[in-house]
């Protein structure tokens, strides 16, 4: 099975940057697909993006589209989340998952929060 490990959480200001690394060991085509969820206390996990290992198409949530970026590096394994001018909304704990190519449709309809391999999870703190 995959094992993730997340990188690059923190606190910052509001309309700052933090990239987010997560690298995988161990991955297989049931992972073909690598994301990021996150979640705040009291609420349901929330979709944020995705990238296809096989394509390299990539999915965003509405909420971060043209703010956030995803990417990978193939030789590392590893997927970034670039988030550019946070804001205080973006505050939550970001989970990496990782899942077969399929995953990608239930993410995007934020129905992918039972499916997967999940990381640890980091927090992310944007303060006004």
């Known amino acids: 099975q995959v094992q993730l490990v997340e990188t690059g959480g923190g606190s910052v200001q509001a309309g700052a940057s933090l990239r987010l690394s997560c690298a995988a060991s161990?991955?297989?085509?049931?992972?073909?697909?690598m994301g990021w969820y996150r979640k705040v206390l009291g609420k349901e996990h929330e979709f944020v993006a995705a990238?296809?290992?096989?394509?390299?198409?990539?999915y965003f949530a509405d909420s971060v589209k043209g703010r956030f970026t995803i990417s990978k590096d193939s030789a590392k394994n590893t997927v970034y989340l670039q988030m550019n001018n946070l804001k205080p909304e973006d505050t939550a704990v970001y989970y990496c998952?990782?899942?077969?190519?399929?995953?990608?449709?239930?993410?995007?309809?934020?129905?992918?929060?039972?499916?997967?391999?999940w990381g640890q999870g980091m927090q992310v703190t944007v303060s006004s």
């Open positions: 998952v990782a899942g077969p190519e399929g995953w990608i449709t239930l993410a995007t309809l934020d129905l992918g929060a039972d499916f997967g391999s």
């Open positions: 161990g991955r297989t085509s049931s992972s073909d697909a």
């Open positions: 990238i296809s290992w096989i394509n390299s198409n990539t």
